[in-house]
């Protein structure tokens, strides 16, 4: 399977982006996705993921009640709703999708990743 995550850019506190992963194969649909992010100099962090259905949603505390993960299985595509962003948003965004049918923030349980969408918050 392969991923594409597409959708940063540069964005001022308080404004919003869409980030989109599209996968290259319909078995897409069976897969749990997660959505990581790696700020310079810091480690890949999990910021949200969603079972194979939509039926299980979770949110790293930095970011819940600002971020919304939801996919579209007809379009083998997973979004990431990204409102009342925060200069410590900032950072390169991967998706991934999970060996699994229900994700978990495990970074080892994931088997393909996308190349990165850059998000830059400005203050």
């Known amino acids: 399977v392969q991923l594409q995550a597409s959708g940063g850019g540069l964005v001022q506190a308080g404004g919003s982006l869409r980030l989109s992963c599209r996968a290259s194969?319909?078995?897409?649909?069976?897969?749990?996705v997660g959505w990581f992010r790696q700020a310079p100099g810091k480690e890949r962090e999990f910021v949200s993921s969603i079972s194979w259905n939509g039926g299980h949603r979770d949110y790293a505390d930095s970011v819940k009640g600002r971020l919304t993960i939801s996919r579209d299985n007809a379009k083998n595509t997973v979004f990431l709703q990204m409102n009342s962003l925060k200069s410590d948003d900032t950072g390169v965004y991967y998706c991934?999708?999970?060996?699994?049918?229900?994700?978990?923030?495990?970074?080892?349980?994931?088997?393909?990743w996308g190349q990165g969408t850059q998000v830059t918050v400005s203050s």
């Open positions: 194969r319909r078995t897409f649909s069976n897969n749990g």
């Open positions: 991934a999708a999970s060996r699994y049918a229900v994700a978990s923030r495990t970074l080892g349980s994931y088997s393909y």
